[in-house]
C-alpha cells in the first residue's frame, strides 16, 4: 500500500505542477477511485456517505494502511493506480475550473 500511496502522491505532485489545484476531497476521491473495486469495495462504500467537503485525505490512506495490516500487508495496489490514470478516471472537479 505505501507503494500505491508514492506513485498516487507522485501523480498529484505532478498534477499541481501543471497548474490545477485540487481539493483534498477531490484527492481522496481519486485515491478511493485507484483502489481494486473487488478488494476495497466497502471501504470505498463507507466513504461514500462522509459529507461533502469532510472527507480527508490523511483519514483515507490511515483506513487503508490499517486495512492492509489487518490482512497480511499484501501489495497490489500499484497496476490498478496506473490502469485508472490512464483510462482518465481521474478528473477531479476543481482542475476543471482551470480549464475554462
Known amino acids: 500500500m505505501n507503494s500505491h500511496f508514492l506513485t498516487f502522491d507522485k501523480l498529484i505532485r505532478e498534477l499541481k505542477s501543471s497548474g490545477c489545484e485540487p481539493e483534498e476531497e477531490d484527492i481522496a476521491v481519486s485515491l478511493l477511485l485507484t483502489l481494486p473495486e473487488d478488494e476495497f469495495e ?9 459529507k461533502s467537503g469532510k472527507l480527508k485525505l490523511a483519514a483515507v ?9 489487518r490482512h ?7 497496476a490498478t493506480l496506473s490502469s485508472a490514470f490512464k483510462a482518465n478516471a481521474f478528473k477531479p472537479n476543481s482542475c476543471n475550473n482551470f480549464r475554462k
Request: glycine share 8%.
Open 42 to 50: 466497502s471501504v470505498i462504500l463507507s466513504f461514500a456517505h462522509v
Open 61 to 69: 490512506k490511515s483506513c487503508l494502511l490499517d486495512i492492509k495490516q
Open 72 to 78: 497480511g500487508g499484501r501489495d497490489e495496489t500499484v
